[in-house]
């Protein structure tokens, strides 16, 4: 059992930045990608950055440049960065792991989310 818990939202101004974190616990495989993903209200939850466990990034285009995705593999946390923050960016923000099986298919285990609020 893989649990997640998602820290380091709030309120920030425009242009500001905010640090997410998210701690992963329990058996986790070693073929496993760890994700950021956002929900906003009325909005369908719509996928952020991953990196894998060896690393690689991935992001979608319109946070290229201001979302910086990184891991701790000692402690299997993943991080968030996010900078010149925009009031479109305010959302419901949650980890996501995703672990490969070896018939091919996934497993997605969710965090509880933190939101995340871009207002002056």
């Known amino acids: 059992q893989v649990q997640l818990v998602e820290s380091g939202g709030g309120l920030v101004q425009p242009g500001g930045s905010l640090r997410l974190s998210c701690a992963a616990s329990g058996t986790i495989s070693s073929r496993h990608t760890m994700a950021w993903y956002r929900q906003a209200p009325g909005k369908q939850r719509e996928f952020l950055a991953s990196?894998?466990?060896?690393?690689?990034?991935n992001y979608l285009d319109s946070v290229k440049g201001r979302f910086t995705i990184s891991r701790d593999n000692d402690k299997y946390t993943v991080n968030l960065q996010m900078n010149n923050l925009k009031p479109e960016d305010t959302a419901f923000y949650y980890c996501?792991?995703?672990?490969?099986?070896?018939?091919?298919?996934?497993?997605?285990?969710w965090g509880q989310g933190t939101q995340v609020t871009v207002s002056s």
């Open positions: 990196i894998t466990s060896v690393g690689i990034p």
């Open positions: 996501n792991l995703r672990t490969w099986l070896s018939n091919g298919g996934a497993v997605d285990t």
